[in-house]
């Protein structure tokens, strides 16, 4: 009786491990066949990457010679800038000058003083006052 019960044992044990083996096998044969799928739409999921990667390296290299092509434009800008300044500033701050000096000489002519003072004159033999003493000190001084 012992040696039908040790038959018994050896035969479930051999059926289970058969049935082990029959899912195992089905397991892998799943998995090779999800792992080519996805192989499958790696591939030209990377091509697509590797093109929009060229893509972006293409148009970086357009937005690099813009940015070079901006600034020289920038310089020359400055460059005319100062030129002008230069040029015309000083002239111009003159004709500036002249002209609201003509204008206050025109307006001061016509119009009579509104306070009714009469114009500060030079008088020949008078001296003018003295300085005060103590007047204005030089602000940077610690005396």
Request: glycine content about 8%; hydrophobic content about 50%.
């Amino acid at each position: 009786m012992a040696g039908i019960l040790v038959a018994v044992f050896w035969a479930i044990l051999v059926s289970f491990l058969a049935l082990v083996l029959v899912r195992l096998a089905q397991t892998l044969k799943a998995t090779t066949k999800m792992v080519a799928e996805v192989s499958e739409q790696a591939v030209p999921l990377l091509a697509d990457a590797s093109e929009t990667v060229r893509s972006a390296h293409t148009q970086l290299a357009r937005v690099d010679a813009i940015a070079a092509d901006v600034q020289e434009v920038t310089a020359n800008a400055s460059a005319l800038s100062s030129t002008v300044s230069s040029a015309f500033g000083g002239p111009l701050v003159k004709v500036a000058a002249f002209g609201y000096g003509v204008r206050r000489a025109i307006g001061k002519k016509g119009a009579p003083d509104p306070a009714g003072r009469a114009e500060r004159t030079v008088v020949v033999g008078r001296t003018l006052p003295g300085a005060r003493r103590g007047g204005r000190r030089n602000r940077r001084s610690k005396d």
